[in-house]
Antibody, heavy 117, light 107 residues
Framework: QVQLVQSGAEVKKPGSSVKVSCEAS????????ISWVRQAPGQGLEWMGE????????NYAQKFQGRVTITADHSTTTAYMELSALRSEDTAVYFC??????????WGQGTLVTVSS | DMQMTQSPSSLSASVGDRVTITCRAS??????LNWYQQKPGNPPKLLIY???NLQGGVPSRFSGSGSGTDFTLTISSLQPEDFATYYC?????????FGPGTKVHIK
């Protein structure tokens, strides 16, 4: 059974970057995609992008193009989401999820990123 | 980007009630739609995939229907553990946008 464990909460200054990790255990890493979804406080869900670790190819929402980089490391079965040029509106919980044929069926616990001066 | 709307944005219901939530896409998406349930402090949980397929382990009181632009999630008999926020997500074209959510409150 696949489990996804994310890195801990972060506090960042505006203009800086944050890199959130998502370690997969169980299953075969690379047989599925990993998607990243964020949720601002009290708000809805926002899809950011995805990566297929087998190919290393990423697909990003246009909104985040140029600011987000999603990568995956087979050796550690870990996916990463890096968001740069942070602003206060990026304060949110960031989730990774297993993307099996576009069904997000296993989720990480979420990582709170707070952007504050 | 594909726009997703949901109605109502919130509803109050009692245990045992039949509840229906509607999701509408800004253009036809076939049956490329998933439904998720989220409780406070938790990640979302997949309930229904490709419009009408029940995810494993999800109670049969949940059902989904629809195609094209209009979709519904139905809870046939609301249980105490069903009070949560429900989101639809289109998986037809990137970015795979979510609806704004429907919060189900206890009446």
């Amino acid at each position: 059974q696949v489990q996804l464990v994310q890195s801990g909460a972060e506090v960042k200054k505006p203009g800086s970057s944050v890199k959130v990790s998502c370690e997969a255990s169980g299953g075969t890493f690379g047989n599925y995609a990993i998607s990243w979804v964020r949720q601002a406080p009290g708000q809805g869900l926002e899809w950011m992008g995805e990566i297929i670790p087998l190919f290393g190819t990423a697909n990003y929402a246009q909104k985040f193009q140029g600011r987000v980089t999603i990568t995956a490391d087979h050796s550690t079965t870990t996916a990463y989401m890096e968001l740069s040029a942070l602003r206060s509106e990026d304060t949110a919980v960031y989730f990774c999820a297993r993307d099996l044929r576009k069904q997000l069926d296993v989720w990480g616990q979420g990582t709170l990123v707070t952007v504050s001066s | 980007d594909m726009q997703m709307t949901q109605s109502p944005s919130s509803l109050s219901a009692s245990v045992g009630d039949r509840v229906t939530i509607t999701c509408r896409a800004s253009q036809s998406i076939g049956t490329y739609l998933n439904w998720y349930q989220q409780k406070p402090g938790n990640p979302p949980k997949l309930l229904i995939y490709t419009a009408s397929n029940l995810q494993g382990g999800v109670p049969s009181r949940f059902s989904g229907s629809g195609s094209g632009t209009d979709f519904t999630l139905t809870i046939s008999s609301l249980q105490p553990e069903d009070f949560a926020t429900y989101y639809c997500q289109q998986i037809y074209s990137s970015p795979f946008t979510f609806g704004p959510g429907t919060k189900v409150h206890i009446k």
